[in-house]
């Protein structure tokens, strides 16, 4: 608002500022009550909302309820679980079963060979001289640097050969590096011809990398610094072809191949689309398409490109076509030829009847298996029901009824200070951070009490606790028969949970129990007790949102009831509030058209007076 910089009272000698300001206060006390007013509708708002926020929670734990496998919970206890898990859910029958895993069901599986190239020096002539100034090579082994030092000797091709060089060269590696459990090198040196060749010795192909050493002998045995072996998938496969067995350029710069019948095209021809495409990407593209059903990756431990199909079971195929390039076929880079894999699918001895699927994973009569390892072993499962499981459930909901009745009557009877209304802008600032708070507690208080609204919505669902469901015994046909019942007046509808009764009641009868909570009936009176309160629930629901919002009407247009008043008292603030500077707007031009008269008198005034004055000295 516009507040123009004002001084009056030079004519008068009044404080013009403060009369206007004392005549305003009594005028703008109308809309200090505006202001007070929305401040209420603001409170209540938020109360209901919070009401709406615990009716949602209680809902979803009600329609949890409706569902069987709430209460009727069981239990599997597995003999070897190395071999087979086992999960009984709600329809799983108490016993005691017998399994036995023959076959484990796969996926449809491609694997290649060994990608990556052993390293592999020059041509060799002899004679090769060892000697003090060349005998001292590097080698990384998986991010581990030895030095290796070569024997001094003269390799003429007849005393000692190539092949007596490379066993030179292999006990150096052997000793520098050792071997693994089975004694197998971690390093194998070869020949290649009349080249030297590094590549990993056992299953796992780590990194190696050659380097100089101080008497450096790689290029007397035909190498450079920085050899390595291992393709990489994050550099650009043009750049690295000659790291692979097979050369992926072999026919051309085009690939393309097809999976599954889905086709992939890449140019790698210089200044092509793809020249910089790496072995990653082409993966990565490969497991976006999900129309492939296969799962693709290279596996950096054995130096192998997989290709997996996604399911298991007999239905599942990898079928890879190579259309253009050298990438895939059996004489391609990645040595996938194009015969068709497939899935095969578990097989089991349940009880002695053999059972077959198409995955590790299945349920039979309500219990969910997960087979681990093909094994000799006859497992023992036992399936029993879990008592204090199904309790803690039944606890869990009615604590869950217990809490949303606790906070809507503490709304309802909570005490109204009417000799509290919110405090205005002015009354805040005459007071302390702790009186302030002390005032809006009673102010806040009572803002529901006696609500109509909510008072229907407790009484509903109280009415619901007490109510018998058809069709049922009489044992478990209302909560008061299992063990919940109500206890002092003055609780309103609180339950209580007899453990013994309840629990007797899940052992001996857990159909009725299930029922009383989740059946669905045709008639009238059929429908259990969390299939009601579900519904009844989603009726309040609707009933206090349309009355004040959701939370959701925090960040989106409030169209309920209390944010249509709240606008209203908006509306009528902003009209007050201009109302007001145009009175005092009013107020300041009466009093300065007061101040210029007495201005005007008191100039002829003294002008008389002067010209008196002259006149009385002539």
Known sequence: MYSPMRIGGLASGMDIDQIVSDMMKAERTRVDTLYQRKQTLQWQQEYYREINARLLSFQTSA??????????????????????????????????????????????????????????????????????????????????????????????????????????????????????????????????????????????????????????????????????FKISTTDALKTIGDKFVNDPFASGDIIEFRINGQTFSYDFSPGGADENKTLGDIISDINKNTDTGVEAYYDSITDKMVIKSKEYGSGAQVLVENISGSLFGAAGALQIDGSVDYGTGSEIELNGVTITNSSNKFTVDGVSYTLNKVSAETVEISVQKDIQASYDAIKSFVDDYNGLIDLINGKLTEEKFRGYPPLTDEQKAALSERDIELWEEKAKSGLLRSDSMLRSIVSNMRSIMYSQVEGLDSGTNMLAAIGITTSNYKEMGKLHINEDKLKEALTYNMEGVVALFSQTGTQVGEDGIAVRLYDAAKNAINSVTEKAGSAASLTSYDNSFMGNRIRDVDDKIFRMEDHLLQLEDRYWRQFTAMEKALGEMNTQSMWLSQQLMGMGGY
């Open 63 to 228: 329609f949890n309820m409706k569902l069987k496998s709430a209460v009727s919970k069981s239990t599997a206890i597995v003999s070897n679980e190395s071999i087979v898990t086992a999960i009984a859910g709600s329809a799983a029958r108490d016993g005691v079963y017998t399994l036995k895993v023959n076959k484990l069901a796969e996926q449809a599986l491609k694997e290649s060979g060994t990608l990556s190239r052993p390293i592999e020096g020059s041509s060799l002539a002899v004679p090769i001289t060892i000697d003090s100034s060349n005998n001292e090579m590097n080698i990384t082994l998986d991010g581990v640097q030895k030095t290796i030092t070569l024997t001094e000797r003269n390799y003429d091709g007849i005393s000692f050969t190539l092949n007596d060089l490379v066993d030179d060269i292999q006990g150096k590696v052997d000793q520098a590096f050792g071997t693994d459990t089975g004694g197998e090198s971690l390093i194998t040196v070869g020949l290649n011809g009349d080249r030297l060749t590094f590549e990993p010795g056992g299953d796992y192909k780590p990194q190696i990398t050659l380097g100089s050493g101080t008497n450096d002998a790689l290029g007397v045995l035909g190498f450079n610094d920085g050899d390595s």
